[in-house]
């Protein structure tokens, strides 16, 4: 059974950098055919699609998002990672890490989700 | 990229039949056929409901179908039942390479 479980800190200070790492278990992403996701959700509101990656390391970003996004993978530890700068209230939301049935999109997989508070 | 439009709310009886439409553009929904449906109840991860329009994956109802027509996608619940009471999101693939939610319909079963 495929498990994904988000890392990272929960609060992070406005201006400072926000980092999640997504493990993976009961699959491995080198295997390839699947584009990993991130996606937020803001308290309240509804879900974001942050931004994707394969485990090559080619990534795609949300528009929004891109001038402050950096999304990467470790196959050796089998996780992938994402890293936000310059945080701002705006950024606090829940974060999710998913894989999609196949390709991209169509996440089937996700994570508990992680929520992180930016706030000094 | 701008949000795909759903209506913030539906309700519908219990087996009554209920329709949630999702707009978008030519850019998204208008020339692909990669649209996903997703329910969240309070404090869950979202549940893929349908995918690529109309496909189910395996241990959805088929209470539940997806169709499209023009740069409009609608996920319809059949016989409503009380645990069908939820948030909805639908989401496109984009001609940027990038995936867009809709902002959500509240699903209330009457």
């Known amino acids: 059974q495929l498990q994904l479980q988000e890392s990272g800190p929960g609060l992070v200070k406005p201006s400072e950098t926000l980092s999640l790492t997504c493990a993976v278990s009961g699959g491995s992403i080198s295997s390839g055919g699947y584009y990993w996701g991130w996606i937020r959700q803001p308290p309240g509101k509804g879900l974001e699609w942050i931004g994707s990656?394969?485990?090559?390391?080619?990534?795609f970003y949300n528009p929004s998002l891109k001038s402050r996004l950096t999304i990467s993978v470790d196959t050796s530890k089998n996780q992938f990672s994402l890293t936000l700068n310059s945080v701002t209230a705006a950024d606090t939301a829940v974060y999710y890490c998913?894989?999609?049935?196949?390709?991209?999109?169509?996440?089937?997989?996700w994570g508990q989700g992680i929520l992180v508070t930016v706030s000094s | 990229q701008s949000a795909l439009t759903q209506p913030p709310s539906v309700s519908g009886s219990p087996g009554q039949s209920v329709t949630i439409s999702c707009t978008g553009t030519?850019?998204?929904?208008?020339?692909?056929?990669?649209v996903s449906w997703y329910q969240q109840s309070p404090g869950t991860a979202p549940k893929l409901m349908i995918y690529e329009v109309s496909n189910r994956p395996s241990g959805v109802p088929d209470r539940f179908s997806g169709s499209k027509s023009g740069n409009t996608a609608s996920l319809t619940i059949s016989g409503l039942q009380a645990e069908d009471e939820a948030d909805y999101y639908c989401c496109s693939y984009t001609n940027i390479d990038t995936w867009v939610f809709g902002g959500g319909t509240k699903l209330t079963v009457l």
């Open positions: 990656i394969y485990y090559t390391g080619r990534a």
């Open positions: 030519s850019s998204d929904i208008g020339t692909y056929n990669r």
């Open positions: 998913a894989r999609p049935l196949g390709g991209g999109g169509k996440y089937h997989y």
